[in-house]
């Protein structure tokens, strides 16, 4: 299985400054079919998961554009540029290239 | 505007048997794969199974194969996934997912609490 690796796992930060999670692969995610299934998702306290980004950078509607995402071969970026309190909870990275499809081990941020 | 709701979850012995549902509506079911995920409680995510939207195309993960059967019901709109001999590590919260699996999925449901205990 592609093992999802994320860091750090817990990021404290403080409200109006940037943010920013690592997630590397243990193999190549360019699919056959030329995509990268590089995607980050936000679970809050107490709800289900949410996708914010797919395909490495393309923003979910809705998402705000403070969140962006990059990367290539088997390491990827998610950054937010002013962190509110609204994003406090869990993201983690997630790759749909290799069957089983696998998650990151998740990274907690939370507010100073 | 988009639901997916999960059902069936509860209490079950080792060993056991459970059927989860899951009902979809406010978009075009048939048209998407659909798929099943599933969190021990404060731990991480397991992708389980999907299903294609005309069935012609499923896949297990290993950790479930030979015991979940995923199956879906266009004519209703549904999702099923038939457990069989739980575990106590099959213990999770159970959540339907749906279109564009290989991109994340866009739509997920609220999650099924599943427990496997004696």
């Known amino acids: 299985d592609v093992v999802m690796t994320q860091s750090p796992l817990s990021l404290p930060v403080t409200l109006g400054q940037p943010a920013s999670i690592s997630c590397r692969s243990s193999q190549g995610l360019v699919y056959s079919d030329g995509n990268t299934y590089l995607n980050w998702f936000q679970q809050r306290p107490g709800q289900s998961p949410r996708r914010l980004i797919y395909?490495?950078?393309t923003r979910d509607s809705g998402v705000p554009d403070r969140f962006s995402g990059s990367g290539s071969g088997t390491d990827f970026t998610l950054r937010i540029s002013r962190v509110e309190a609204e994003d406090v909870g869990v993201y983690y990275c997630?790759?749909?290239?290799?069957?089983?499809?696998?998650f990151g081990p998740g990274t907690k941020v939370d507010i100073k | 505007q988009v639901q997916l709701v999960e059902s069936g979850g509860g209490l079950v012995k080792p060993g056991g048997s459970l059927r989860l549902s899951c009902a979809a509506s406010?978009?075009?079911?048939?048209?998407?794969?659909m798929t099943w995920i599933r969190q021990v409680p404060g731990k991480g995510l397991e992708w389980l199974a999907y299903?294609?939207?005309?069935?012609?195309?499923?896949v297990y993960a290993d950790s479930v194969k030979g015991r979940f059967i995923i199956s879906r019901d266009n004519a209703k709109n549904s999702l099923y996934l038939q457990m069989n001999s739980l575990r106590d590590e099959d213990t999770a919260v159970y959540y339907c997912?749906?279109?564009?699996?290989?991109?994340?999925?866009?739509?997920w449901g609220q999650g099924t609490l599943v427990t496997v205990s004696s």
């Open positions: 997630m790759q749909g290239t290799h069957w089983p499809f696998t």
């Open positions: 395909k490495v950078s």
């Open positions: 997912a749906s279109r564009f699996i290989r991109a994340g999925a866009d739509y």
């Open positions: 299903i294609s939207g005309s069935s012609n195309s499923i």
């Open positions: 406010g978009y075009s079911f048939s048209d998407y794969y």
